[in-house]
Nanobody, 126 residues
Framework: QVQLVESGGGLVQPGGSLRLSCAAS????????IGWFRQAPGKEREGVSW????????????LYVDSVKGRFTISRDNAKNTVYLQMNSLEPADTAVYYC???????????????RGQGTQVTVSS
């Protein structure tokens, strides 16, 4: 069964850190571009970070939306068929459901990714 499963979300205080994981099954993640997206209550889903496949087929390796640059880091562990999003210096504005997605089409748009996870909740609050 092909699926992506996110984990690692939770409640954290402002300034804290979380590492989200996205485990793939049924396909080999290293051949796909990865995207992390988030959706806050009442807001549209937005892209947070993107990572090229291991062959580097895209012109970039890793991209971040301005609001998370310097705080979030996207990475992959091909041996574990898993990608990560390390989130540091978290702010209340980072509160959202976070989703991962995998695609082979070179797009950064959520609906154009081939596989999409169900999401994990991140809440930043004191």
């Amino acid at each position: 069964q092909v699926q992506l499963v996110e984990s690692g979300g939770g409640l954290v205080q402002p300034g804290g850190s979380l590492r989200l994981s996205c485990a793939a099954s049924g396909f080999t993640l290293e051949y796909y571009d990865i995207g992390w997206f988030r959706q806050a209550p009442g807001k549209e889903r937005e892209g947070v970070s993107w990572l090229s496949d291991s062959n580097g087929s895209l012109k970039y390796k890793a991209l971040y939306v301005d609001s998370v640059k310097g705080r979030f880091t996207i990475s992959r562990d091909n041996a574990k068929n898993t990608v990560y999003l390390q989130m540091n210096s978290l702010e209340p504005a980072d509160t959202a459901v976070y989703y991962c997605a995998a695609g082979a089409g070179g797009s950064k748009l959520w609906h154009e990714f081939d596989y999409r996870g169900q999401g994990t909740q991140v809440t930043v609050s004191s």
